[in-house]
C-alpha cells in the first residue's frame, strides 16, 4: 500500500521559514517523480515544485523560485521542500504527491500528473 505522510507544517511570520517533509513508501522510489501541490481555500490545487526521484532535475513554480527548495533523501525515501521568505500568499494546505503517469517532464506541476497523494499539512503565514 502507497503511503506519503507529510509533515513540518505550522504557522509563522511573514519573512519565516518552514521545511516540509514527505517520507514515501509502498513503491518504486527511484526514476520516479515527486511534487509539492498546495490549495488554499476556494482556490485550485496548484504545482510549487517537482523532483526527478531518479537524478537531480527540479521544476518551481514561478510564484516560488528563489524562495523554496525542493531535495531528496534518497535512502529515506524522503523528498523536502525548504521554503523561505514566506509571504501571507504562500498560505495553504501542502501535498506531497508521487508517481508520474506520462512521464512527460514538463507536466510535472500538474495535479493531474501523479497518482498517489498524501493528506496534507497545513501552512499559515501571518503578515
Known amino acids: 500500500q502507497v503511503q506519503l505522510v507529510e509533515s513540518g507544517g505550522g504557522s509563522v511570520q511573514a519573512g519565516g521559514s518552514l521545511r516540509l517533509s514527505c517520507a514515501a513508501s509502498g513503491y518504486t522510489y527511484s526514476s520516479n517523480c515527486m511534487g509539492w501541490f498546495r490549495q488554499a481555500p476556494g482556490k485550485e490545487r496548484q504545482g510549487v515544485a517537482a523532483?526527478?526521484?531518479?537524478?537531480?532535475?527540479?521544476l518551481y513554480a514561478d510564484s516560488v523560485k528563489g524562495r523554496f527548495t525542493i531535495s531528496q533523501d534518497r535512502a529515506k525515501n524522503t523528498v523536502y521542500l525548504q521554503m523561505n521568505s514566506l509571504k501571507p500568499e504562500d498560505t495553504a494546505m501542502y501535498y506531497c504527491?508521487?508517481?508520474?503517469?506520462?512521464?512527460?517532464?514538463?507536466?510535472?506541476?500538474?495535479?493531474?500528473?501523479?497518482?498517489?497523494w498524501g493528506q496534507g499539512t497545513q501552512v499559515t503565514v501571518s503578515s
Open positions: 523532483i526527478y526521484t531518479g537524478g537531480t532535475s527540479t
Open positions: 504527491a508521487a508517481e508520474c503517469r506520462s512521464g512527460d517532464w514538463y507536466k510535472v506541476l500538474a495535479p493531474t500528473e501523479y497518482i498517489y
